[in-house]
Structure formats: C-alpha cells, structure tokens
C-alpha cells in the first residue's frame, strides 16, 4: 500500500489574505478546530492563528496575557488581531528557537525537559504577581468546572484514563479539597511540552500559548508540565524536569492540579480576572 497523504483543512480566507504572496504552512491544530500558520520566512516570517466561531479558543485573551507578559518575558509580539463572520485569527512575531515536541528535541528529551523545567521557573520568577492582572485560581477553575456541569456538558469519557473511573460526583468532591498554596507565582495555564521553545544551545527561548496564564499555585503548572513529559518523552522524564525546576516532588498537589487541568476548561470564564 502506497503513503497516506494527510488531508488538510483549507486555508481559511483571513490567512490567505494576510499571506499575500508568502508561503503559507500549517503547523499546529488542536480538537476545537483552532489553526495555527507559518506564514514566509526570514524578516517576513510571522504566525497566525485562527479561531471558528463557537469554538472556545478566545484569542482577545490571549492576546491581552501576550502583551501583559512581553515586558518581563520572552513571548510573540501581537501585530494584529480580527474577526469576520467564520472565526477570529491573530498575527504575531515569531520568537526564536524550536517546540520542545520538534523531531530535534523529542529525539533529545534529556535536554527537552531540562529547558522545560529551566524555563517554567524563569517564567514563574520573572512574571510579579501583584501586578498580574489575570487569575487561574483553583477556586476560578472548580466553580468553571461546577458550571460545566450543571450545564451538562462534563463528561467522564472526554477525561484522562486516569480519572474516568472517579465518575463526576466523586471527581467533584476531590476537587473541592483545594490543597493549601505552596507558592504564589503568575502560571503559564497550559504548561504542556510544546509550549516551550528550545534554542540551539539546548536553553529555553520563550514561551506560547498563553490564553490561560494567571495567578495560581506553581502546581497548576507542574502538574502539567510532568504529566505532560510523560505523554511525550515516556515515563522516566517527571523527576529530571522538577530537578531542573529546583523543587522536590509533590504527590498530593501533583494529582489535584492533575484532575483540575483534566476536567477545567482550558480557558477560564471571564470573570478569572484579579484579585483571587
């Protein structure tokens, strides 16, 4: 049998048009149909990410962390934003270095999760929390969870296999015991491998996808960043990226933020704003 060919969605008409003549690559795409473009290359290189409507990816969020967070740390500088009446979409810089899930760097994940863990804590000690104006409290993110759930729209068999056996009621219950603060720091909200950018010399280059980022305990991000080294490294890689963060494992804390970031949306209501 001959190679599939993947079939790819079509260019939506906002990135055509703000393409022009420049070479138009798909580089990213997640379940809610959000897209993500490379658009040219050298100087006229930048990313454009697109949005249908209904979907809930909202890039006005994003957006607004990039800006906030741009002053203390290395992120995509928003050039524009729009909407018509199929999606939204967002232009943006391009910030030197690779995905941490790039070939290069799956290949090497001893280097992949030191730069991850390396860069988690750079953000979290760079970002000042009274300033920050976005929350990601678990408190936020339980009562989001409570409302999806009301609404019927929380449904065990969309979850990790490692919390479907809980059943609703029992997962919300645990989420109820929220673990006291460890640290107060400002998370990245999604702190998944590809969300790092690695350079050339190995050391972490910046960060993306900030849409959920806000004031939180540092576990809402650990908890992911490991779980998330798991899913793309294998099992072995937990330990090493909390050694390159500099903090000791933490059991408890590592399964609650775990069920939150299962069951939450990945972007908060509206109301997650300052203070908590």
Known sequence: MGEITPVLPPVPGPVRTIAGDRRIRLVWGNPQGGLTYELGAASERCFVKWAPRGAPIDLAREAARFTWAGAFIPVPHVLEQGEDGDGFWMVTTPVPGESAVSPRWSADPARAVSAIGRGLRALHDAL???????????ENRVRAIRR???????????????HRHLGVERALDLLSAIPPIDQLVVCHGDACAPNTLIGNDGVFSGHVDLGSMGVGDRWADLAVATWSAGWNYGTDWEEPLLVAYGVAPDLERTRYYRLLYDLAPRQPPSDATRPI
Do not use: I, M, Q, T
């Open 128 to 138: 000042p929390v009274k300033p920050c104006p976005f929350s990601l409290s678990a």
């Open 148 to 162: 999806e759930n009301a609404e019927g729209r929380l449904d065990p068999a969309g979850w990790n296999e490692a």
